[in-house]
């Protein structure tokens, strides 16, 4: 009986219950619990949870991409006439401030209406993952509200009238000026410095310099510099291999963001990220971290919570299915670690970026910092794209800015 009921256990354990999470984030697109209410100016960024989440539970057939992608549209702050709000643009979390739904430009001045980094992440992540090609993106006024967003240290604000300011805001504003493909929205050398300066003394990252090492902000920090392509230019062999160490370290079954802290599940995904960007994620221990992940599903109702007997949460049943295709779950789309958007949605960003554009002017005034590309102009005014005439040279580049690694199929 005993002996049954182990095995009944065992199986409890390990059976993944795909469309119990398929429904559960159906529901968080649909309607949320009470408790959620606080979120409401971040509602993109829970929106990107369930969206990505069911890309990467390969059914995202559930949804209604052209109303989801007229509503993400509808959230970005765009340039006033005068252009007088240029640096508060970007998108915003939610239609919460009241300003009339629009989709089209100029934009309505309002007092407190700004873009906020974490949405303009999340708000370019889903709109690819829906299969948008980012023409309606006014890239020029995002770049300038993420320039307005840097601070003299390196570091960047989430929104423009000031806000903690650390390395989560910089992984934001890498993964932006990646996807928009234009460097120009930040300073890269002070980011830089800043992220060195979080390395903390026993070689995991904090949230800036003298803070505690932690998971999460170790992972914004190497995704942002493979981002950059400087992964190595900035962190000596020496540095990585003990950073390596550090995240290595943090697996107890599952892993955990610090030391003495108990396994969470959004640490699969933050921290076995980060080993997949350094290249040693093989060598943890794959069964252990999946048994925990698993002890988190909700049977019930699908998705993960952060611990075992606990309520599910859209962050943590998105990372905990994150956490799994890392290690290989079977039938779930790959995930790509340096932007945690799937593979299939960053091969679309490639696609984009490949396809030539329609040149109707093209301004050598400005910068081409290194000669392999210049600036094209387009008509309608503030969109600018980069183009680079060899896409060789390109996927070279874009090898480069995920660490220089072979390993990663959909950079090669
Ligand atoms: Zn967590």
Known sequence: MAQEESQFEEFEQIDFLRDRHVRFFQRTLQVLPERYASLETTRLTVMFFALSGLDVLDALDVVDRDVMIEWIYSLQVLPTEDKSNLSRCGFRGSSHIGIPYSTKGPGVLHPYDSGHVAMTYTGLCSLLILGDDLSRVNKQACLAGLRALQLEDGSFYAVPEGSENDIRFIYCAASICYMLDDWSGMDIQKAIEYIRGSLSYDNGFGQGAGRESHGGWTYCAIASLCLMGRLEEALSQRELDRIRR??????????????????????????????????????????????FILSTQDRLVGGFAKWPDSHPDPLHAYLGLCGLSLIGEPDLRKVHPALNITERAFQHLQQLQQTPIAVSTIDLTKRPTSGTWFEVRLENNFSVEQYKPSSKLRQEEKRRAVGGREKLPSVD
Not at 248 to 261: A, C, D, I, L, T
Request: glycine share 6%.
């Open 246 to 291: 550090w995240c290595v370290m943090r697996q107890q079954s599952g892993f955990h963001g610090r030391p003495n802290k108990p396994e969470d599940t959004c640490y699969s995904f933050w921290v076995g990220a980060t080993l997949e960007l350094l290249d040693v994620f093989r060598y943890t221990n794959f069964e252990k971290n999946r048994s």
